[in-house]
């Protein structure tokens, strides 16, 4: 049985991950104690998970709220973990998107409704203000991507084939698949249609 590493799982469990994880075995990784992880780490320190040890990493919606220093820190601590074979998926909000909201003077707009309620593009860019008003500072957001920059971040931390799509509203996100071996084009859309939202 394959095994990925939920990274930054917060409550959630592989059901609400991508179909592809949907048979494999899952080790949950956070910084959180009460969401009760597998794993009490955070995403530049992952000392607990041995070297090679999982078939995938899974991060959605965590890299954002690294500073910007801290991101190739965090890839290369998913690449260590990783097998020969191994690959990433990362999803995080897509600035590009957001930001032509922003410049529609929408900032504080609701953008699109969660089942936390209304999301502006000011909590898009900088953390859901509802949370952090009540203490949760986890949820702030200290850096942000492109499609272009977030695939050129994989490849210049160790990730030899990527590939990644973005969606605009309502979703305001981008998707990337990274592989630490280098994979053809095929393996790669085989592998995001998998992975990647329908």
Known sequence: MSTFLHVG????????????????????????????????????????????????????????????????????????????????????PDLQSVCALIAEDKLTEAAYTSPAGPIAPLDILYGHRAQMA?????????????LKVLMGTLQANGFKSVIASRREGPFFDLW??????????DALKNLAKDHFPG
């Open 9 to 92: 799982c917060g409550p959630k469990h592989k059901d609400r991950t991508t179909r592809g994880f949907k048979d494999w075995d899952e080790l949950r990784l956070d910084i959180d104690a009460s969401v009760h992880p597998d794993i009490i780490g955070t995403m530049t320190e992952m000392s607990a998970v041995e070297n090679e040890s999982v078939d995938a990493v899974f991060s959605s919606h965590n890299i954002e709220h690294l500073f910007p220093h801290d991101v190739p820190i965090a890839l290369t601590e998913f690449h260590r973990v990783l097998k020969p074979d191994g690959f990433t998926v990362i999803t995080c």
């Open 134 to 146: 009540r203490g949760n500072l986890y949820m702030a957001h200290r850096c942000g991507f492109t």
């Open 176 to 185: 990337a698949l990274a592989s630490k071996s280098e994979l053809s084009e």
